[in-house]
């Protein structure tokens, strides 16, 4: 059995096997979730001590930032209505643990933290207790390896999503602490320099590549509302055709054919002869998918006149990330042609009179 060599007090010896490196991602395709585990490789040793402040007020012995390559959701796949992610180190690792030789009835503890960090905001904290606590007394090291715990983040309020939106890869930070102190008989602590090595599960042999670990990350979503004047397909435009005044109806859709969130109605614009057309359309939030609702159009008078009415849809406010919400258009198009007047009605039935008597003729 291979013991390690005693470190001087108040240096630090070779710290860890490897520390911990992140990449990988999961994306999610709208209406599902989806998530795959993204290896984790431990950094070398030799790292250098420092003499930052971890997150109990700890001095941490070793801190490590790496940056997981994760993409920024897409809002073209849907809406964001949550974020999940899951840092789980591998069971079949352990951690080994030693104290300075020096005398004294007290313990070396030393604890592995992880915070997940978006930008400067922090996601995840795996807390003063860290993912991993050992403690090493005077007469034997210690190992460790069934009991890792596991840090979890989840964050579905809407506010707080529009930071996952975007394009390229988020900028996410995996901080990693190994904070060693030595406990005393009177209750106090003080920190100190410790040994922490990567070794095979069940043995004390030569260091391993160093610890893994899975790392999962899964964006949660639903399809954007969509609109249409077809109940079962899409169709973005329509036209209404009137012979002097009047009124007609459109019904219009939300389609259902996959999960969407529901639908707003926005705003509506209008373009050309806009003043000789009224559309009557109840403002309306929420429309689910598969309802409807209708819109009135009434021609003034009976001159000819034609207009365009843009009516702007989008996702119900309020739900998922705002950053990930998407307009979208339906136009109606109306027109007016005046009645035939008498005149034009005598020539007409004059025009059918004659036609008729050439047939019978032939």
């Given at each position: 059995?291979?013991?390690?060599?005693?470190?001087?007090?108040?240096?630090?010896?070779?710290?860890?096997?490897?520390?911990?490196?992140?990449?990988?991602?999961?994306?999610?395709?709208?209406?599902?979730?989806?998530?795959?585990?993204?290896?984790?490789?431990?950094?070398?040793?030799?790292?250098?001590?420092?003499?930052?402040?971890?997150?109990?007020?700890?001095?941490?012995?070793?801190?490590v930032d790496s940056s997981p390559v994760v993409p920024a959701f897409n809002a073209d796949s849907g809406v964001l209505l949550g974020v999940r992610s899951l840092l789980r180190i591998d069971p079949d690792q352990?951690?080994?643990?030693?104290?300075?030789?020096?005398?004294?009835?007290?313990?070396?503890?030393?604890?592995?933290?992880?915070?997940?960090?978006?930008?400067?905001?922090?996601?995840?904290?795996?807390?003063?207790?860290?993912?991993?606590?050992?403690?090493?007394?005077?007469?034997?090291?210690?190992?460790?390896?069934?009991?890792?715990?596991?840090?979890?983040?989840?964050?579905?309020?809407?506010?707080?999503?529009?930071?996952?939106?975007?394009?390229?890869?988020?900028?996410?930070?995996?901080?990693?602490?190994?904070?060693?102190?030595?406990?005393?008989?009177?209750?106090?602590?003080?920190?100190?320099?410790?040994?922490?090595?990567?070794?095979?599960?069940?043995?004390?042999?030569?260091?391993?590549?160093?610890?893994?670990?899975?790392?999962?990350?899964?964006?949660?979503?639903?399809?954007?509302?969509?609109?249409?004047?077809?109940?079962?397909?899409?169709?973005?435009?329509?036209?209404?055709?009137?012979?002097?005044?009047?009124?007609?109806?459109?019904?219009?859709?939300?389609?259902?054919?996959?999960?969407?969130?529901?639908?707003?109605?926005?705003?509506?614009?209008?373009?050309?002869?806009?003043?000789?057309?009224?559309?009557?359309?109840?403002?309306?939030?929420?429309?689910?998918?598969?309802?409807?609702?209708?819109?009135?159009?009434?021609?003034?008078?009976?001159?000819?006149?034609?207009?365009?009415?843009?009516?702007?849809?989008?996702?119900?406010?309020?739900?998922?990330?705002?950053?990930?919400?998407?307009?979208?258009?339906?136009?109606?198009?109306?027109?007016?042609?005046?009645?035939?007047?008498?005149?034009?009605?005598?020539?007409?039935?004059?025009?059918?009179?004659?036609?008729?008597?050439?047939?019978?003729?032939?």
């Open positions: 059995m291979l013991r390690p060599s005693p470190l001087r007090p108040n240096l630090l010896a070779p710290a860890l096997g490897r520390w911990l490196g992140l990449a990988g991602a999961a994306l999610l395709t709208a209406g599902a979730a989806t998530s795959q585990a993204a290896p984790v490789t431990l950094l070398p040793v030799n790292q250098t001590s420092i003499s930052d402040t971890s997150p109990d007020g700890a001095a941490p012995v070793l801190r352990a951690l080994m643990a030693y104290r300075n030789e020096s005398g004294g009835d007290w313990d070396s503890v030393a604890t592995l933290r992880v915070q997940l960090l978006l930008g400067n905001a922090q996601l995840a904290n795996s807390g003063a207790s860290g993912l991993q606590q050992v403690v090493a007394n005077r007469d034997a090291p210690v190992q460790i390896g069934t009991e890792w715990a596991t840090m979890a983040f989840e964050r579905d309020a809407a506010a707080a999503l529009n930071a996952f939106v975007g394009n390229g890869a988020l900028p996410l930070t995996l901080r990693t602490d190994l904070s060693a102190r030595i406990a005393e008989g009177g209750g106090g602590s003080v920190a100190i320099a410790s040994t922490l090595q990567a070794l095979p599960e069940g043995g004390w042999g030569p260091d391993i590549d160093g610890l893994t670990a899975q790392f999962d990350w899964t964006y949660l979503s639903t399809g954007h509302a969509r609109m249409s004047f077809a109940a079962a397909v899409l169709q973005d435009t329509y036209q209404l055709r009137f012979e002097g005044a009047g009124s007609q109806s459109v019904t219009l859709h939300a389609l259902a054919e996959q999960a969407r969130t529901g639908a707003d109605l926005l705003r509506v614009d209008c373009a050309g002869d806009c003043a000789a057309f009224e559309l009557s359309l109840n403002a309306f939030t929420a429309l689910v998918a598969g309802a409807s609702t209708s819109a009135t159009v009434q021609a003034l008078d009976g001159a000819p006149a034609s207009a365009q009415f843009t009516l702007w849809l989008g996702d119900t406010a309020g739900v998922g990330a705002q950053a990930s919400h998407q307009a979208h258009r339906l136009d109606l198009w109306v027109s007016t042609v005046p009645e035939p007047g008498p005149a034009t009605l005598f020539a007409l039935g004059l025009a059918a009179l004659c036609m008729g008597r050439r047939a019978r003729r032939d």
